[in-house]
């Protein structure tokens, strides 16, 4: 059973920073496309930034020069680097998992992220 759990969401001020994690289960991770997306209330599920196995790396343009995405294979688990937070970034971030020409993707049940003073 695939299982993706992201941990590490909470609450910020703006300028800070948070260390997103995603924790998968049930894959053989490595050989896995990993992403983190984000939905706001009465938004559609965005693309924040993508991982293939490969290190190929692609950024929503709003979070470029912020945020790193980046993966520990031996942990079966992909991080998200959020720096200079900014209000607009509060959001449900999600942790998605999908193997290269397959249409299936497993999804995480999301973290909390909220920038606020």
């Known amino acids: 059973q695939v299982q993706l759990v992201e941990s590490g969401g909470g609450l910020v001020q703006p300028g800070g920073s948070l260390r997103l994690s995603c924790a998968a289960s049930?894959?053989?991770?490595?050989?896995?496309?990993m992403g983190w997306y984000r939905r706001t209330p009465g938004k559609q599920r965005d693309l924040v930034a993508t991982?293939?196995?490969?290190?190929?790396?692609n950024y929503a343009d709003s979070v470029k020069g912020r945020f790193t995405i980046s993966r520990d294979n031996a942990k079966n688990t992909v991080y998200l680097q959020m720096n200079s937070l900014k209000p607009e970034d509060t959001a449900v971030y999600y942790c998605?998992?999908?193997?290269?020409?397959?249409?299936?993707?497993?999804w995480g049940p999301g973290t909390q992220v909220t920038v606020s003073s």
């Open positions: 991982l293939t196995s490969g290190a190929n790396t």
């Open positions: 998605k998992a999908q193997y290269f020409g397959s249409t299936v993707e497993y």
């Open positions: 049930g894959i053989r991770f490595s050989i896995y496309t």
